[in-house]
């Protein structure tokens, strides 16, 4: 069974970045294609982006709020995907989620326990 | 405000079946048959519980199924159990590369 591990969550400031980091284990990392959601503090969740593998072309797609500020990058050597976050508001504060897409490519199998990341002055 | 609608709360008794509803629009649930319904115990992360509107994942309790009719998706929970009490949440595969999701339905069982 996979298992997913983020790290790199904290406290930044408005405009700040962070990147946040998320090792995967139990699964053939390098032909996954992986995902990052979000969930606001007592909300719901929300898609952030997603990356594929480099066989299918190692492109990305963002939802909206995040397109030109956040940045899904792998590394396949290291089991890792990665959540680079730039010009962070207030509205980003939230659990990041690093997710394995399963299945047709829509359905989200894994997820890690979640890295917190708290945009305030 | 979440792209997909799902009702705030849905309560029930031991025993009893309870259906959660997901209404979206021709542009994720009505297009696709890509619904799924994941489940959320406090401070945990969610759980895969439904897949592809009602296909199960390995070694999940066939107390929970899926369905779909038209823009909305619904999750029914038979038996309904003590452990079952969470929030559940729908997402669904939309046009132009995304995925959408509910606000999410806290269950409590009474």
């Known amino acids: 069974e996979g298992q997913l591990v983020e790290s790199g969550g904290g406290l930044v400031k408005p405009g700040g970045s962070l990147r946040l980091s998320c090792a995967a284990s139990?699964?053939?990392?390098?032909?996954?294609?992986m995902s990052w959601i979000r969930q606001a503090p007592g909300k719901g969740l929300e898609w952030v982006g997603r990356?594929?593998?480099?066989?299918?072309?190692?492109?990305?797609d963002y939802a909206a709020p995040v397109k030109g500020r956040f940045s899904i990058s792998r590394d396949d050597s290291k089991n890792t995907l990665y959540l680079e976050m730039n010009s962070l508001k207030p509205d980003d504060t939230a659990v990041y989620y690093c997710?394995?897409?399963w299945g047709t490519g829509t359905t989200f199998l894994y997820w890690g326990q979640g890295a917190l990341v708290t945009v305030a002055p | 405000q979440s792209a997909l609608t799902q009702p705030a709360s849905v309560s029930g008794s031991p025993g009893q079946s309870i259906t959660i509803s997901c209404t979206g629009t021709n542009s994720d649930v009505g297009l696709y048959n890509f619904v799924s319904w994941y489940q959320q115990h406090p401070g945990e992360a969610p759980k895969l519980i439904i897949y592809d509107v009602n296909k199960r994942p390995s070694g999940l309790s066939s107390r929970f199924s899926g369905s779909k009719s038209g823009n909305t998706a619904s999750l029914t929970i038979s038996g309904l159990q003590a452990e079952d009490e969470a929030d559940y949440f729908c997402?669904?595969?939309?046009?132009?590369?995304?995925?959408?999701f509910g606000g999410g339905t806290k269950v409590t069982v009474l």
């Open positions: 139990g699964i053939t990392f390098s032909k996954a294609w």
């Open positions: 997710t394995t897409l």
């Open positions: 990356i594929k593998n480099k066989a299918d072309g190692g492109t990305t």
């Open positions: 997402g669904s595969y939309s046009s132009t590369f995304t995925w959408v």
